[in-house]
């Protein structure tokens, strides 16, 4: 007589687990956002930096980074979901207190491969975007190859150090820091 339904303990089984597991704690929408913002806040700031030391104008300094604020939120933002579809590089680990064959539900982190692979696919389109930006404020090529070229050498680094203090997050945790502000104002 044959069962349709995996053995409990099957790779079958295990397998679905898993697949359920990675649906429950992939990145939220909300940890998308969040991201976005973090990252938008250094990037600008970099961008600025950058823009003043090869344009030597505080005004278009500004104004390129205040361009991208509105292009590159929107350009992150859509490059957070799509790797929250990629598993490439994320690690399942099991609590530090959880006792052998306990069923525990694991934590989620991105692996450095994966931050790694994550900056380097941002930073293309980034330094697409800024180069872009740049030519639209200057007029001038060569400027805006120089402050998309400099963009790539800082960029990749801080992106790099951004993404690590996020895999520092356990996946899940935004929400759950939301969630139960949302029950405190609420009075539950």
């Known amino acids: ?3 349709s339904l995996p053995e409990p303990n ?3 089984a295990t397998a679905a ?13 909300l940890r998308s956002v969040i991201k976005a913002i973090s990252w ?17 104008n505080t005004g278009r300094a500004l104004a390129i980074g ?3 604020v509105l292009t590159k939120v929107g350009l992150y933002y859509a490059h957070e979901r799509v790797w929250a579809r990629i598993p490439l590089g994320t690690l399942r680990r099991l609590s530090p207190f ?10 989620l982190r991105d692996s450095k491969v994966r931050s790694m692979l994550k900056a380097i696919s941002w930073r293309v ?32 680094l801080l992106y790099y150090l951004h993404e690590r203090v996020w895999a520092r997050v ?5 929400r759950r820091i939301f969630d139960r502000e949302s029950k405190v104002k609420s009075g539950a």
Do not use: C
């Not at 959880?98 to 934590?107: I, L, M, R, Y």
């Not at 356990?170 to 935004?174: D, Y």
């Open 1 to 3: 007589m044959s069962n």
């Open 10 to 12: 099957s790779a079958q």
């Open 17 to 29: 687990r898993e697949a359920a597991l990675v649906q429950q704690l992939r990145d939220s929408h």
């Open 40 to 56: 938008r806040i250094i990037g600008t700031i970099d961008t600025m930096v950058i823009s003043y030391f090869w344009t030597g």
């Open 66 to 68: 205040g361009s991208e």
């Open 98 to 107: 959880s006792k052998v064959g306990e069923e525990e539900p694991a934590q």
């Open 125 to 156: 389109v980034g330094t697409i975007d800024t180069i872009f930006v740049s030519y639209l404020w200057t007029g001038d090529t060569s400027k805006a190859l120089k402050i998309g070229g400099t963009d790539v050498l800082t960029k990749i």
């Open 170 to 174: 356990p996946l899940g945790t935004v």
